[in-house]
């Protein structure tokens, strides 16, 4: 499929895609016509709804007889000098991060922010559970909700936040003559396409994406990054990663602390890693297939000339993962038996159930979006940032605002806040036919994806897998990456680990408060339910990295000699050191 085919070539068709990439311009790519459809749905269901309508009318009036109890409870304590009630919101838990200072438990504050709680909780209420709805549109109408009410919450306003009132009053109000100070200075940065705050103390290549290696490959799509062994010896079968290509790579190699990839080589690894290419327009027309054929084929192909007669470890992560299972899926078709194993970090096999991004995909959204890519050729990096940022508004957006243009508190850079703002692009084609296969047709897990115009199944895959799964990731939830067990028969091992889609991955040894569970299903075993997995696998404390290394180190056979960087005979000579050049393009 040509992206230009994304819209007929025809005039009529032409306008229609000329007036839908400018809405999206307009609404940041969010699609009015879904938020109207879903609101649509919700209000004539509900208005059709006597009864959940008096379900919260007596909502309203329990909330309001709690909350009149609780001010004049706390109106005696206050005149008796007892300690200050706790909050109490219905069918809340007993405490709200945004609101655990001491100050927020103060008159006013304390009537402020219970009345926010209990809005929120009755908002809550009156977009779910609305019979006849569509699930789809009930979620979107709940986050437009929720996302609404943020926008008025009394932490976000200098004079209804505790927290504010007593720095200003302690500063004479230089704290918010530094958050402004700061403003201009964010605002000046992006105006002139500079760097954020902070970024020149972590270098690409010296402080990330730090350890040596060679470029031994590079084309249209990826460069490939053999690593420079560390110890004597090394186990025979080469690990070949295969990160995503919606951020850069070196998420698996950050500092040298926590980096996947430093620890992998120090435990006697030979170690390969795809860098993709940062695309543009001249890459608009990359598909799935290139990234497939150009990307995973052609690294893999490198490693067995570099590494040759011996079985490959392969690791995806997220995007790199799903690319992996159809690559694996596709050999195991083929009777291609060169991969030992499959490592799948935060990777969806099966988007029945894709979390709060499915929020942002279904057929409207994705006529908007690319209608927008056919004028620019590649999804942008704004666009993805502004999707995820509004998926955790309230750590990315509204904390950053609070904290640092009202509190006057600049958060230090860290390595995994870098990472996070070296965004990239997408390709339009390829995107479009992520969203509309994976997402929306969920082709993959049915049976019908197909890979050299044959579909694919992974219930072909054979080889041991190692799956991993985080507590808190909204990106690939854990329940959703967990239904691999559906769709192959094959042993796997199942590790959840506390944490998000990126802090559960990059999870070192000796970080504090770590912990994973895990469990491994045999070919032979009866199914286990996430919930059932969840409430029999032992949990152990710690990072999961010393259990993959383990499980790597079963699979493989006894440590020989390191082979040598590259292969210059066969094609493929070092080309540059680590971490290449396709990493640095902005």
């Not at 199914?527 to 180190?553: C, F, M, N, R, V």
């Not at 440590?559 to 493929?572: D, I």
């Amino acid at each position: 499929m040509n992206v230009h085919s994304l819209f007929p070539a025809n005039a009529t068709a032409q306008m229609d895609q000329r007036l839908h990439a400018a809405v999206a311009r307009v609404t940041s790519s969010v699609s009015p016509t879904l938020l109207l459809l879903s609101y649509i749905d919700w209000a004539t269901h509900l208005a059709a709804a006597p009864g959940k309508r008096l379900e919260l009318l007596q909502l309203a009036i329990s909330q309001s007889l709690l909350l009149s109890q609780y001010m004049e409870g706390n109106a005696v304590t206050r005149m008796t000098g007892a300690p200050e009630l706790p909050p109490v919101p219905v069918n809340a838990p007993k405490s709200d991060w945004r609101f655990d200072a001491p100050g927020w438990h103060a008159w006013p504050y304390s009537f402020l922010h219970q009345s926010y709680l209990l809005s929120e909780q009755w908002w809550q209420a009156a977009t779910t559970d609305v019979y006849g709805v569509s699930p789809h549109h009930a979620e979107v109408v709940g986050f437009a909700a929720q996302e609404l009410l943020k926008l008025f919450s009394p932490r976000n306003f200098p004079v209804t936040n505790p927290e504010i009132v007593r720095r200003t009053l302690q500063e004479g109000g230089l704290n918010l003559v530094r958050g402004g100070l700061y403003a201009v200075d964010d605002i000046m940065r992006q105006a002139r396409g500079a760097a954020k705050f902070g970024m020149e103390h972590f270098e690409v290549g010296r402080d990330l994406a730090a350890t040596p290696g060679q470029v031994i490959l590079k084309n249209d799509v990826m460069e490939l990054i053999q690593y420079t062994p560390t110890t004597e010896q090394v186990h025979p079968e080469p690990v070949l990663i295969i990160p995503a290509w919606i951020m850069k790579y070196y998420i698996l190699d950050l500092s040298p602390h926590n980096s996947l990839i430093k620890y992998l080589v120090g435990q006697g690894h030979t170690v390969f890693c795809v860098s993709w290419k940062n695309p543009g327009v001249a890459e608009r027309d990359l598909g799935m297939d290139d990234y497939l054929s150009r990307g995973f084929h052609a690294a893999l192909a490198a490693v067995n000339t570099v590494v040759p007669q011996r079985k490959v470890h392969a690791l995806g992560y997220c995007l790199g993962g799903t690319l992996l299972s159809i690559a694996a899926a596709a050999m195991a078709r083929d009777h291609d038996d060169r991969l030992a194993s499959i490592t799948m970090l935060a990777a969806q096999t099966d988007f029945s159930e894709p979390g709060d991004l499915s929020l942002f995909i279904d057929p409207s959204q994705v006529a908007l979006l690319e209608a927008q890519m056919t004028d620019t050729g590649y999804l942008t990096t704004e666009q993805m940032a502004g999707a995820f940022q509004l998926l955790r508004s309230d750590y990315l957006i509204w904390s950053h605002l609070v904290d640092t243009y009202m509190l006057g508190e600049r958060q230090p850079m860290t390595d995994l806040m870098a990472w996070n703002a070296d965004a990239t692009r997408m390709p339009a084609r390829m995107h479009s036919q992520y969203l509309r296969r994976l997402f929306l047709d969920n082709d993959l897990a049915e049976g019908r994806y197909p890979v050299d115009g044959k579909p694919v199944a992974v219930t072909d895959i054979r080889v041991p897998v190692f799956c991993l799964g985080t507590t808190t990731d909204h990106v690939a939830p854990w329940r959703s990456v967990y239904k691999i067990h559906l769709l192959t028969p094959t042993e796997i091992t199942f590790v959840l680990t506390n944490g998000g889609h990126n802090a559960g991955v990059v999870n070192e040894p000796g970080h504090h408060h770590r912990k994973f569970q895990s469990l491994t299903r045999r070919a032979c075993d009866s199914y286990l339910g996430p919930d059932e997995w969840l409430a029999t696998a032992p949990e152990q404390a710690g990072s999961w990295w010393p259990a993959w290394i383990e499980w790597l180190k079963e699979r493989s056979s006894a440590p020989v000699t390191p082979p040598g960087m590259g292969a210059s005979k066969q094609g493929y000579a070092a080309i540059g050191p680590a971490p290449g050049r396709y990493v640095l393009e902005k």
